[in-house]
């Protein structure tokens, strides 16, 4: 009767273990089919080539491969094999090292996301090759030594039946599976823990106000504007051929162009790009991109008349346009605007006059459009009709950090801008010896070429 009753356990053992093996098998098939289209998106999209996607994709090829210890239990289930501790750990042990691979490898891809969002700077200077390699690496000889210091360990030959439950049902004893599992549950817990962290943009140090600083130490004297106000403003942080880093003002015109001045783009050697932010130490709002490509006017003067001050940058993954990131509005047709008295201009430019520390905010300050006779008269006949006009307050306009940022006017509740920041003679005397700016509609047929029509004005 023993025996009897041990053969029906058994043989409604693997009848049931083919049933389940069956559902594993059709669950295995479409986690591969979806790992599979994720890979393939990650590989054919350029803008998807980035250090988290890729993170993302390798820890998919990792779970295809880890699928793989349901193929074992269908064939231990069906053959009705059992094999030694020994001979079944080995069998699993590619799935295993997968397995603990992916676990590992959440950990990284969590803190990429958080240092992407609390040092986006740093994080878009790293190079992107090294860093992926590193962490793969990392990952790797993680899950191998402790594999391979399980494997040593094992000493029993007792038969089981070969799936991944029963080959730790056997070995759960064992110091280096206990170790194992402790530092994997760690993992998950730490992984859990900075995605709470980092769910919805929110940055560790949350608790910063995005106005800290008086409303008096801005532009040069400007004012703190707020969340989308200006949703096309750029800060461009750049280092030069000698390794010196500065920045300037940029707008966004197209979701993969920023304009700027001449000047700017002839310092960069690499830059990064932060459009969305009205605070530089709180980016919850921002998105920050790499410059790929530099196209600066053929006919810039680098000279003190500074003509034909314009340059393009590309940037290399396109933004996203938000309520708080949008394009610039540039008309071809702008005489009417300089009608007005008043203009505005932003940046994240000095504190005050003769400061060499930029502001942490994007501020803006009201400025007095001057006529151009009176301009060119003013700076001794440099100024080009047409090309270049000047703007300036008492007190208050444009510093030397704010090159290359916009200027614009107010029309019928929407900002339209109407040139780019030049140079300035005079820093605290501008209502008498104004800044100069580039005026952006005798540059439409330009913008609309080098962008290849992303960017055009209307």
Same mark, same amino acid.
């Given at each position: 009767?023993?025996?009897?009753?041990?053969?029906?356990?058994?043989?409604?053992?693997?009848?049931?273990?083919?049933?389940?093996?069956?559902?594993?098998?059709?669950?295995?098939?479409?986690?591969?089919?979806?790992? /599979?289209?994720?890979?393939?998106?990650?590989?054919?999209?350029?803008?998807?080539?980035?250090?988290?996607?890729?993170?993302? &994709?390798?820890?998919?090829?990792?779970?295809?491969?880890?699928?793989?210890?349901?193929?074992?239990?269908?064939? !231990?289930?069906? =053959?009705?094999?059992?094999?030694?501790?020994?001979?079944?750990?080995?069998?699993?042990? *590619?799935?295993?090292?997968?397995?603990?691979?992916?676990?590992?490898?959440?950990?990284?891809?969590?803190?990429?996301?958080?240092?992407?969002?609390?040092?986006?700077?740093?994080?878009?200077?790293?190079?992107?090759?090294?860093?992926? =390699?590193?962490?793969?690496?990392?990952?790797?000889?993680?899950?191998?030594?402790? +594999?391979?210091?399980?494997?040593?360990?094992?000493?029993?030959?007792?038969? @089981?039946?070969?799936?991944? &439950?029963?080959?730790?049902?056997? *070995?759960?004893?064992?110091?280096?599976?206990?170790?194992?599992?402790?530092?994997?549950?760690?993992?998950?817990?730490?992984?859990?823990?900075?995605?709470?962290? %980092?769910?919805?943009?929110?940055?560790?140090?949350?608790? +910063?106000?995005?106005?800290?600083?008086?409303?008096?130490?801005?532009?040069?004297?400007?004012?703190?504007?707020?969340?989308?106000? @200006?949703?096309?403003?750029?800060?461009?942080?750049?280092?030069?051929?000698?390794?010196? %880093?500065?920045?300037?003002?940029? $707008?966004?015109?197209? =979701?993969?162009?920023?304009?700027?001045?001449?000047?700017?783009?002839?310092?960069?050697?690499?830059?990064?790009?932060?459009?969305?932010?009205?605070?530089?130490?709180?980016?919850?709002?921002?998105?920050?991109?790499?410059?790929?490509?530099?196209?600066?006017?053929?006919?810039? $003067?680098?000279?003190?008349? !500074?003509?034909?001050?314009?340059?393009?940058?590309?940037?290399?993954?396109?933004? $996203?346009?938000?309520?708080?990131?949008?394009?610039?509005?540039?008309?071809?047709?702008?005489?009417?605007?300089?009608?007005?008295?008043?203009?505005?201009?932003?940046?994240?430019?000095?504190?005050?006059?003769?400061?060499?520390?930029?502001?942490?905010?994007?501020?803006?300050?009201?400025?007095? @459009?001057?006529?151009?006779?009176?301009?060119?008269? #003013?700076?001794?006949?440099?100024?080009?009709?047409?090309?270049?006009?000047? &703007?300036?307050?008492?007190?208050?306009?444009?510093?030397?950090?704010?090159?290359?940022?916009?200027?614009? #006017?107010?029309?019928?509740?929407?900002? #339209?801008?109407?040139?780019?920041?030049?140079?300035?003679?005079?820093?605290?005397?501008?209502?008498?010896?104004?800044?100069?700016?580039?005026?952006? $509609?005798?540059?439409?047929?330009?913008?609309?070429?080098?962008?290849? /029509? *992303?960017?055009?004005?209307?």
């Amino acid at each position: 009767m023993p025996a009897i009753y041990f053969e029906i356990t058994e043989s409604v053992f693997f009848m049931v273990a083919r049933i389940v093996s069956v559902v594993l098998l059709l669950q295995a098939v479409i986690a591969c089919v979806g790992n /599979g289209l994720l890979i393939a998106v990650t590989l054919r999209s350029k803008t998807l080539r980035t250090s988290c996607f890729i993170l993302i &994709a390798v820890q998919a090829a990792a779970d295809c491969l880890r699928q793989g210890h349901k193929l074992i239990i269908t064939y !231990y289930s069906f =053959t009705e094999i059992t094999a030694t501790v020994y001979g079944c750990y080995f069998v699993n042990l *590619a799935t295993m090292l997968a397995m603990d691979y992916c676990t590992i490898l959440m950990l990284f891809i969590a803190v990429d996301r958080f240092i992407a969002a609390k040092f986006p700077v740093f994080y878009v200077h790293r190079t992107g090759r090294k860093y992926v =390699t590193a962490v793969l690496l990392c990952c790797l000889i993680y899950t191998c030594t402790f +594999k391979i210091m399980y494997y040593n360990y094992i000493v029993s030959e007792t038969r @089981i039946f070969c799936t991944t &439950a029963e080959l730790q049902k056997v *070995a759960g004893n064992k110091i280096w599976f206990i170790a194992n599992t402790t530092v994997n549950l760690a993992v998950i817990v730490i992984y859990m823990c900075l995605t709470r962290v %980092t769910k919805g943009d929110r940055i560790l140090d949350r608790g +910063k106000a995005e106005h800290r600083r008086p409303p008096n130490v801005l532009v040069i004297r400007g004012q703190p504007v707020k969340l989308g106000d @200006i949703p096309y403003q750029a800060l461009i942080v750049y280092s030069d051929s000698r390794n010196e %880093t500065g920045d300037c003002g940029g $707008s966004l015109i197209s =979701t993969r162009h920023v304009l700027t001045s001449a000047q700017c783009a002839t310092r960069i050697e690499e830059a990064t790009v932060v459009v969305g932010a009205v605070n530089i130490n709180y980016l919850k709002h921002a998105e920050v991109r790499k410059v790929r490509k530099i196209t600066i006017h053929p006919q810039f $003067s680098n000279d003190e008349n !500074y003509y034909n001050d314009i340059a393009i940058l590309e940037l290399d993954i396109a933004v $996203s346009l938000t309520r708080n990131i949008k394009l610039s509005n540039i008309y071809r047709i702008d005489s009417e605007y300089f009608k007005h008295k008043t203009a505005i201009v932003s940046g994240f430019g000095s504190y005050e006059p003769g400061s060499s520390e930029h502001s942490k905010l994007l501020v803006a300050a009201n400025v007095t @459009i001057f006529p151009f006779e009176y301009c060119n008269k #003013v700076l001794n006949g440099r100024l080009e009709e047409g090309q270049q006009f000047c &703007a300036g307050a008492k007190g208050t306009g444009i510093g030397p950090k704010d090159r290359g940022g916009p200027i614009h #006017v107010l029309h019928s509740a929407n900002l #339209v801008q109407i040139g780019i920041s030049s140079y300035t003679a005079n820093v605290t005397e501008q209502h008498e010896i104004s800044s100069v700016f580039t005026r952006v $509609s005798h540059y439409c047929d330009y913008i609309n070429e080098v962008t290849e /029509g *992303a960017a055009k004005c209307q």
